[in-house]
């Protein structure tokens, strides 16, 4: 059975800081894996998707890693602003499209 | 490009009520998933169609919990009778259906069972 870690699960930095979130997996035969904004009382938003056979994927100030083998991936966001303040989600797709997730990591970036 | 879609946004009712949620999904999506979002944690996914067949239900509560989705397009998740712990936001989720596409969400409903 597929779990997912997120770590820490909430994090405050001041802003302009670049910052790392953790994600972790038990089963490392995946096709994918998702990155997710989510901010409060809204749905989930769509960062990066790195699949299985890439190392990484950027997008503007977010960049996301994928090793496998270890089962760990992570999402480091450069020059962090206030508006980056949400929940980020990370779901690994097991196959089928079946997507597992993370309890996410709550972000706070104070001006 | 349109969105998800879901409603309502909001649902109060009260226990051993029914409810019922409704999702339309991006056009041309194969993909449709529904799941539960407790306060605090991640969401765990109730149930994922392909077309209008279910691909996996193995979470969904099937002693209360019902989904379908008609003609392959829009589905519906009804909960009767509804319980205290049932209180949460329930996303809907749609995506291409081939591998490696991303999904996208909807607003999600949220409810609260009193």
């Known amino acids: 059975k597929q779990e997912v870690t997120q770590i820490p699960a909430a994090l405050s930095v001041p802003e302009g800081e670049n910052l790392v979130l953790n994600c972790s997996f038990t089963d490392s035969a995946i096709y994918n894996l998702q990155w997710f904004r989510q901010d409060p009382g809204k749905g989930l938003t769509s960062l990066l998707l790195i699949q299985s056979s890439q190392r990484e994927q950027t997008s503007g100030r977010l960049n996301a890693s994928l090793d496998k083998s270890s089962g760990r991936s992570t999402l480091y966001i450069a020059a962090s602003q206030p508006g980056d303040s949400a929940t980020y989600l990370c779901?690994?797709?097991?196959?089928?499209?079946?997507?597992?997730f993370g309890a996410g990591t709550r972000l706070t970036v104070k001006p | 490009e349109a969105g998800v879609a879901q409603s309502p946004r909001y649902k109060i009712i009260e226990k051993r009520q029914s409810v019922a949620f409704w999702c339309n999904p991006i056009?041309?999506?194969?993909?449709l998933y529904w799941y539960q979002q407790i306060l605090g944690q991640g969401p765990k996914l109730l149930i994922q169609?392909?077309?209008?067949?279910?691909?996996?239900d193995s979470q969904l509560p099937k002693d209360r919990f019902s989904a379908e989705r008609l003609k392959g397009v829009d589905s519906t998740l009804k909960i009767q009778p509804a319980k205290l712990e049932d209180s949460a936001v329930y996303l809907c989720?749609?995506?291409?259906?081939?591998?490696?596409?991303?999904?996208?969400f909807g607003q999600g409903t949220r409810l609260t069972v009193v």
């Open positions: 169609f392909q077309n209008n067949g279910v691909v996996d």
């Open positions: 056009s041309g999506h194969a993909t």
């Open positions: 989720a749609s995506s291409l259906g081939q591998q490696n596409t991303e999904a996208f």
């Open positions: 779901a690994v797709d097991k196959g089928n499209n079946d997507m597992r």
